[in-house]
């Protein structure tokens, strides 16, 4: 036993070999027939010998689908980059640190360097961080908020430019960033019936996947740039980080520039610009960090960004092409927008098929025509939008306003500049889209009642109304393709659970127009009981938080119509039974304070509105005199603006974090 052991961590060092030199150095040793013989014999010894070593490379074929991602702390923060909006905010930033390092160095007996700035490329991914202990590779999780991630270990297993193990033992923190080739997006869409969007959706999409098996066929690759934690002191400036990496067969762009001065930053960012079209991954701006480790530990952090490194973005990118179509499209709402068919152009390596256009108004007033030649703009690689119309010679014809549903064939109507379907009963993509957000995590929060499952059973059990999902069987979910035994059960155990719901999450899964999750929380807080909240007043509903007329009446109108009365009354024969949670006895640090949410942060921002809310803040969308705190993040505006002159408490989340004990219990 003992020898074939060792045969196996011999064959593994071999194959290590071989996939860093195939997959991260692009020079492979040995032909593939050569490489399938060495690893057949390794597959072989562990099925003989019942033992599979934990960085054995048979391990990255995909473990079991999991039943949930689990949270994850890291062991040192990840900081996000401030941003340099141009080259005044860059210049300004270089010109800090210059500063900084003269004035540190009259005061001080210990001297630091001149400064040096490492430029590298910004990754257009999904940030992943590694921890290997003893040499192996023992947890990966995503960035999630800097402080706690959740959990990926088996999906980025299948990424075989990260290394299973390496041969430093100590206990360190990895970051890099999770990409999906451009080249493996095309040949995954020649090869898929159902195609991914872009790049960076598909490699975040592979890497959030509960199945591994999923990330693995999506042939992700992983770039590295940071040590974020150690046991001990092992670096003097990024160079001696990127070298570790290297030496430690991470994979490492070539893409890094040392330099000194501004000009040398403004010339390494003109070049990797340059070349952004020759990279088989997506980029979308460069990062520019001092390199000195002692410098950094000088400069220090903001609440939220290290001084000593910046974020320099590309401008959106702009092209031109012929509009070749408009296709009208109906959401949850009923509401009938514009999509804009283009004649597919290529936009940093993405290749675009389509834009977005508003509304009919918005057609009119850009003078976009079918044929017409259109100025497109692509900002970190979402969907285009249309800017306008160019000179051309094309034949054009006018973009006719739809009288019908392109789906159900009811005829539609308009309300202010909107279109809408009035068939809410049977019309498929309305349908669609309101069991998608019945079942969503802050409504009934019923995983895996996901849209494509939700369009299957439409096909095969003829689903048509939101009561169906509680009688769906066990035989009719099991004939979806994909559901196997485990997957159905699953899902009908989470059908299940969903009927003992919390009554703000049972009002918010109704749709009721203009009632979002906050409104949801104040009606369920004011009512504390459905069968008030459905025989209410316009009068009482509008003394209830910030309800105005408008959504007053459309709560009444909501539960005027007997179709829905109907659906609700369905609803609760069949076992959901919404209830109310009395948290008065829960600590409410933020009882009765007003508070404004501004600027991107860390946290998503309906997650902090619903902690706040919890801890008794009422949160609103605009500052006054009212006003308690406005927690900024990047970014702000002129909420930021307005706070500051009315002398109001500006909080970063870090103080927020303090202010009530914590947020992440």
Known sequence: MDDKIKEMDSLI????????????????????????????????????????????????????????????????????????????????????????????NLDHVNKLPEPEFIVELKFDGLTINLTYENGNLVMASTRGNGIIGEEILEQVKTIYSVPLRISYKGKIEVQGEGLMPLSELKKYNENNEEKLKNARNAAAGALRNLDPKVTKKRHLTAFFYNVGYTEEDLFKSDDDIKNFLRENNFKVSKYNFKVKKYQEIIDKIHEIGDNRDKLDILIDGVTIKVNDIETRKALGYTNKFPRWAVAYKFEAEEISTTLLDVVWNVGRTAKVTPSAILEPVDIGGVTVKRATLNNYDDILRKKVKIGSRVL?????????????????????????????????????????????????????????????????????????????????????????????????KYEDIIKIEGFKEKRTNNLLKAIEASKNVHLSNFIYALGIPNVGIKTARDLANHFKDFEKLKNSKEEELISIGDIGNITAEEIVQFFNDERIVGAVDELFELGVSPYYEDDKDIPKPLLDKTIVITGSLDIPRKELEEKLISLGAKVTGSVSKKTDYVVAGENPGSKYDKAKSLDIKILSLDELYKLVGGLNE
């Open 13 to 104: 060092a071999e194959i290590d070999k071989l996939n860093y030199h195939y997959y991260t150095l692009d020079d492979p040793l040995l032909s593939d027939g050569e490489y399938d013989k060495l690893y057949d014999r390794l597959v072989k010894l562990e099925n003989e010998s019942g033992t599979v070593l934990s960085y054995s490379p048979t391990t990255r074929v995909g473990g079991a689908i999991l039943d949930k991602f689990v949270k994850h702390t890291h062991l040192a923060r990840l900081y996000s980059m401030d941003k340099a909006q141009g080259d005044d905010a860059l210049l300004a930033w270089y010109n800090r640190i210059e500063k900084f390092v003269r004035d540190y």
């Open 376 to 472: 497109i703009r692509r900002s970190n690689d979402v969907i285009p939008e249309i800017l306008g119309t160019l000179p051309s010679e094309n034949k054009t014809h006018e973009i006719e306003k739809p009288k019908t549903c392109p789906y159900c064939g009811s005829h539609l109507y308009q309300n202010g500049v909107h279109i809408f379907c009035p068939n809410t009963l049977s019309c498929v993509p309305q349908l669609v889209s309101r069991l998608t957000h019945f079942a969503s995590r802050d409504a009934m929060n019923i995983d895996g009642f996901s849209e494509k499952t939700i369009e299957k059973l439409m096909e095969t059990v003829d689903l048509k109304e939101i009561p169906d999902i509680y009688k769906l």
